[in-house]
């Protein structure tokens, strides 16, 4: 039998997730951060809270892939994304081996409004000393951000 021309890979999906961070002013840190969280509305972990995002569809450019995401989950349009790394460790989701390109934004000023949209059963804003169990490793995700960003 001939080698396949055209070997086979297995790859992992590429998916993307918004940090959105919000402060009241760009003074000292009055009221401290709050990151924005959606429900999940459907399995894995389902009614747990996650950062927005989801998988980059075929031909979409990643840096638009979040935006996209975010509109559909929270309603937010707009945030000046910067992306932060990726992470990819094996085992992350259930559903198969992803890489998720993180991106960061920062609100400053009046908290905006959002709402849960798509496949999100809720959108808030939460504290960040007082968040709920993550699903995924958006806890691990969110504390290297905040540890970046020195915020704590």
């Known amino acids: 039998m ?11 999906a590429l998916t993307v997730d918004g940090v959105v961070l919000h402060r009241r002013s760009d003074g000292l840190l009055d009221d401290g951060y709050r990151v924005l969280l959606v429900e999940r ?7 747990r809270w996650a950062l927005p995002g989801g998988f980059v569809d075929y031909g979409e450019d990643p840096d638009l ?7 559909e989950e929270t309603g937010l349009s707009g945030l000046p994304f910067r992306q932060f790394r990726a992470f990819g460790q094996p085992g992350r989701d259930p559903r198969g081996h992803t890489v998720s390109l993180v991106y960061v934004a920062v609100v400053i000023g009046d908290l905006p409004a959002v709402a849960g949209g798509d496949d999100a059963a809720a959108a808030a804003w939460h504290p960040l000393d007082r968040l709920p169990d993550l699903a995924f490793d958006h806890g691990a995700i969110l ?5 970046n960003l020195k915020i704590r």
């Open 41 to 47: 509305g459907h399995e894995p972990f389902r009614g």
């Open 65 to 71: 892939a979040v935006g996209r995401e975010l509109v």
């Open 2 to 12: 001939a080698p396949d021309p055209q070997p086979r890979f297995r790859h992992p």
């Open 143 to 147: 504390a290297r951000v905040v540890e």
